[in-house]
T-cell receptor, first 113, second 111 residues
Framework: DSGVTQTPKHLITATGQRVTLRCSPR?????VYWYQQSLDQGLQFLIQ???????AKGNILERFSAQQFPDLHSELNLSSLELGDSALYFC????????????FGNGTRLTVT | DAKTTQPNSMESNEEEPVHLPCNHS???????IHWYRQLPSQGPEYVIH???SNVNNRMASLAIAEDRKSSTLILHRATLRDAAVYYC????????????FGQGTRLTINP
């Protein structure tokens, strides 16, 4: 058990809808990262927060947004969903911003129909 | 982000050592070498990391070439549970702390 909790585990929704994925980091970790994993793209870095502030941005679409709250949990919002957004979404946390390892949750599987 | 090159797949037998290679010829002085693995239906899991010297922990050993242009992850006695995709990643500690994953090596362990 990595200590990172992601909810929900599975989400099925229709095209055009909006969903929110939630992540609770390990106790004491200040950095949160979001990754997307699809079959054809592998693990893609989306965005990183450190102590509530955005720290790095990757290949995150404009339809996607995220934030980290004062209690350090994070939410990833996906809107105007398309079939191609179907993927596993992983959250990871680390003590940060240092070289400390990332600890990943078990992901949210999003299916867009 | 500096790039790494790994074989797409490797196969080994249970209870034998496994050496997973990684080439990173464009590594910079501030890049740490990190290894993660992803078991089926799970998130990636940290294995080990190092800068210049060889490193050991309870999961594996990391052997780093003297010129740092390559490294090898060593699993001393593979078990079926070690079947996973192994990712070798360079992490620049001076920049953002994100990890950029490549395609990794899919390791199959035969009973």
């Amino acid at each position: 058990d990595s200590g990172v909790t992601q909810t929900p585990k599975h989400l099925i929704t229709a095209t055009g809808q909006r969903v929110t994925l939630r992540c609770s980091p390990r106790s004491g970790d200040l950095s949160v990262y979001w990754y997307q994993q699809s079959l054809d793209q592998g693990l893609q870095f989306l965005i990183q927060y450190y102590n509530g502030e955005e720290r790095a941005k990757g290949n995150i679409l404009e339809r996607f947004s995220a934030q980290q709250f004062p209690d350090l949990h994070s939410e990833l919002n996906l809107s105007s969903l398309e079939l191609g957004d179907s993927a596993l979404y992983f959250c990871a946390s680390s003590m940060g911003p240092t070289n400390s390892p990332l600890h990943f949750g078990n992901g949210t599987r999003l299916t867009v129909t | 982000d500096a790039k790494t090159t790994q074989p797409n797949s490797m196969e080994s037998n249970e209870e034998e050592p496994v050496h997973l290679p990684c080439n990173h010829s464009t590594i910079s002085g501030t890049d740490y070498i990190h290894w993660y693995r992803q078991l089926p239906s799970q998130g990636p899991e940290y294995v080990i990391h190092g800068l210049t010297s060889n490193v050991n922990n309870r999961m594996a050993s990391l052997a780093i070439a003297e010129d740092r242009k390559s490294s090898t992850l060593i699993l001393h006695r593979a078990t079926l549970r070690d079947a996973a995709v192994y990712y070798c990643i360079l992490r620049d500690v001076q920049g953002a702390q994100k990890l950029v994953f490549g395609q990794g090596t899919r390791l199959t362990i035969n009973p």
